[in-house]
């Protein structure tokens, strides 16, 4: 069979239509990643002046904040972290969490003693007036490690850190970070890391400053049998907590059995949250 010579032309035509076709795009998608590439530049050169930036920052740290951070997961968990250690000052100490020798021997003392004895209060005044239901907490001291497990995996944490890595990367843009590793940078990137703020509170303490890991915090939550009431999840606050009456149940037990703790924690709100000053 032979093609007239209509198809014929018709064919070569087509070819070289796609052909014409396939030569713009090329030429197009070669025009956009040119057109890409001083973006691509800047944005690497804002990514080396950050990490240069958080890396002067974590040299002004306390040594045992250092140690903690080299354990945080990603970069910008990291740089929440630090920006929490900067606020607490050059000297932790007073505010660390105990290591596992001090939690031993915390055991054994007489202000654990008073911890507890001052729970039992708390806990009978609350059961007394609400029959039925039982008031749990955790007693015991939160460890380094556990801090850092929750910081690591903390949803709020995560929200954070991706908010704040986003504005510090905005702030890396500006002229005066052209030398990042100079005095003027970094106490500008200093001053901007201080003055940020979450849009949303974070839910935990930067790990190592948690007043749980020193027993002077302590979280209660409402169950009745083995069903769960009011928990300690931020989520349901409101919900479990106001909705149901128990922030103000728990206020007054507290209120009337130890004149140790004070709260609820207002930021971030946790109407399970008392603070305890031995």
Known sequence: MTLSSDGGIATRRSQ???ESSMERCRGLLAWVLFALV???IASHARADALETLAGELRAQIDAMATAALERIEGGDRQLLATRSYLRGGTDLTAHWSWTDAEIAAYAYSAEYRDVQ???DKVVAAFEAENPGYQLYVNREVRSLDVQLASWNENPSVAAAAAELHAAALAEA?????TKPSSDA??????????GWYPSEPVS???PGLSPHGQLRALDFQVQKGDRIVASTSAADAVVQWDAEGWTDKLKQAVTSASPRMQGPLES??????YSYAP
Not at 173 to 177: H, I, L, W
Not at 185 to 194: D, M, Q
Not at 268 to 273: D, I, S
């Open 173 to 177: 843009a500006n002229p005066a970070y």
């Open 16 to 18: 070289r239509t796609h």
């Open 38 to 40: 001083p973006f691509a």
């Open 117 to 119: 004895a001052d729970v």
């Open 185 to 194: 940078a970094i106490a500008r990137f200093r001053a901007f890391l201080l």
């Open 204 to 206: 935990v303490a930067a």
């Open 268 to 273: 971030p709100r946790e109407p399970w949250h």
